[in-house]
């Protein structure tokens, strides 16, 4: 009866994913917009995205531009899918960036308590006061709109929630017995922290970097809707919204149309990808084995 | 003399990922009227589930009753509407549960939750209700329950919120009492009390009782007639007396082996599976017991720690101001020697400060004062690096092993942390041999090394605690609670392998428990502790024989017999 360890915590939870046809659908969708965006970045796909002729702006779909063109004469496909590209990095640094400081505050200060604590409470508190949206623009001001102001400024405006979080769990975990078992046997601090609690609660941050990655995706476009985003020329869904103001008086549709419909079926596949990944992490709501 | 409740061929199968498995299986057996009938098993032997069935509260899915009939006062409660079942739950049959801290709505005072069932059930308006309510708390032994029938469960301790639950159950004359491990989660004072009670309401309400529990000594002392369970099967029925006087089966036989019990000294306990194999043939068992002998400390045992009036006092209140107007006294000037190789028991109800000061002795907790001195050395003034370096010596094993061993690392990782740790072997082929053969010497097999804790049971996951604190071969260990949370067969068994090793390796115990019966199987000395203070200490068997201090005597009148009423010699 040897097995390998092969039914790990983890594993068991992607069998469960596995089992959510839909979840895996989703999955596919999200795939597919990497790709997508990996392609656009290498220069694959839609290379000319930037081209300009003016002499056929404005143009409604047609074969040779299957969703128009803009005013620019560029074709609104190309720069959807270049769209595509500044979205997942935003979402990725963005959101990747927010997670380390979240983790790492929320475990300092849930493990050590006291001081520590009491230092970054008052940190993520002050802070959560702030307007999200204005300690954003105070950010690209300051730095000048760029792609990387942008992730930078999404970072360390959003890590707060997950930091309460991540805390709140250290709090619960410290105190038990296998952590107990873990200073007898003389393991550091440090040990304690990255070996043995945070594996445990680690199913949590990844819930939480999946769902943060939504709403940073929909806060580029909203920050590059309002003028706050990424500098101007980078295709950018939310500056392709913005657009749509001036377009939709004079019946230009398409602009609007491709960048919401790739907006929308994003989010749609990565939210229902994260309900399922909710299910398969949660431990409560697996049988005991 | 007419049955109240007739199980016949009961077969409950629960639907699991593997496919169905039948959790019961043909179970049958009878609940006379007016008599407690005691149904014994370890857990997963389907003694709740058989209750469950009864009460119709199988969750359906995954459960569901295969086939049989639940014949209450001539009707077959399977066949009954949900409607209808309403009507018998909680008014003609009720139960009550193993957790108390549980089983009470934390945001209700407890006189709302007894008039709940009461007008539901009994119609009554609220006025009467709440009469009714008093009077109930009255019986169940509450003081002032005119006063406490508006209190909130955490204003009560454990045991009265026990009492509660069983006004509760009662509160509408039930003609069958569920009871299932009431007990379990009291201490042995407060056990004796509600067992008690619950023989006086039988007796004055004429009820029935199924009582549900794993331990044979509450058995004996409350049940008329005995169901054993032996994974899904019934394997013995009979009236308490022929249970424990000719057991015929063997696994009834080692059940009641197995249990420590205060009127025998035996070296070493028997364990079920000296009786029987797994799958229920019996073998031939005839070895003699061994009387265990009161062993003289001799010259080759100096004393390896001392505590010198050790305390450790917790701020209950503080003033406006941060000063500490009120401390809790966990523990209490506490004086102690540990002579090398052989056992310290410290015993006593929970709350009375012997967790913390096994804690503080491995300065787990930091002691407010005092001093400890292991091998001559004050560890109270050693600093960090020190202190870690001193953890190689001193070792602890904890009550809960579900909670102790991390459930992300399989247990090689877990076994071989310390040896990284403390750099123990040479390199991780070594250490991973090492690992190897310390799941040998607990009796595990080395090929399930790299599995993960979710799939061992009780058992063989303290056997893996026990291999990770010998990985870095101590001198001393702590065993806090450690055989607490496990059924009495396994009990015997990792009580066996405790001193198995410690004969081999020469270790050093305080073994801390609330067990009086398993602290003194185990150890050569006793320490008592109340509020704090050790109020006795002796050798085993003298403060058995001849308790002194009126504490150590009340806990020893609690402790559960484990003989029927009608065996005992005086009667």
Known sequence: MIRKSQNSLWNDAFQRLKKNKLSMVCLFIIIAYIILALG??????????????NAISYQAPSAEHWFGTDFMGRDVMARAAHGTLT?????????GLAVIIGTLLGSLAGYFGKLVDEGIVWLYTTIDTIPYILLVSAFSLVLGPSLYTLCIAIGLTTWVGLCRVVRAEFIKHREKEYVQAASSIGASHARRIFTHILPNVFHIVLIQFSLGFVSTIKSEVILSFLGLGVEPGTPSWGVMINNAKQELARGVWWGL?????LMFVLVLAFNLFNDALRDALDPKLKNKS | MSDLLQIKNLTVEFQTDDGPVEAVRNVSFNIPKGKTVGLVGESGSGKSVSSLAVMQLIPNPPGRVKNGEIIFDGENLLDHSDAKMRKVRGNRISMIFQEPMTSLNPVFTVGDQIIESLML???????????????????VGIPDPKTRVHAYPHEMSGGQRQRVMIAMAISCEPELLIADEPTTAL???????????????QKKYGMSVLFITHDLGVIADIADDVVVMYRGDIVEKGTTEQIFKQPKHPYTKGLIACRPMLEQNPARLPTVSDFMTVDGKEIDYKATPVEKTVRPITSDQPVLLEIKNINKHFPLHKSFFGKVTEWLRAVDGVSLKVHKGRTLGLVGESGCGKTTLGRTILRLIEPTNGDIFYNGTNITELNKEEMREMRKKMQIIFQDPYASLNPRMTIGMAIMEPMII????????????????????????PEMLNRYPHEFSGGQRQRICIARALAVEPDFIICDESVSALDVSVQAQILNLLLDLQEEMGLTYVFISHD??????????????????????SDAVSIYKSPKDPYTKKLLEAIPRGIPKTMLPSS
């Open chain 2, 516 to 537: 009086l019966a398993v602290v003194k199987f185990f150890s050569d000395e006793v320490a008592v502790m109340n509020k704090g203070k050790v109020v006795e200490m």
């Open chain 2, 121 to 139: 059930h009994k119609k009554m308006n609220k006025k009467q209700a709440l009469d009714r309510a008093i009077e109930l708390l009255d019986q």
């Open chain 2, 187 to 201: 201490d042995v004072t407060i056990q004796k009390q509600i067992l008690e009670l619950i023989a006086d309401l």
């Open chain 1, 87 to 95: 979205s997942l990095t935003v979402g990725l640094w963005g959101t």
């Open chain 1, 257 to 261: 149309a491709s960048a919401t419909l």
């Open chain 1, 40 to 53: 656009c970045k290498l220069g694959l796909f839609f290379p000319s995205f930037n081209e300009t002729n």
């Open chain 2, 422 to 445: 403390h750099k123990i072997g040479k390199n991780k082929q070594e250490q991973m041999d090492r690992a190897a053969s310390l799941m040998e010497k607990v009796g595990l097999k």
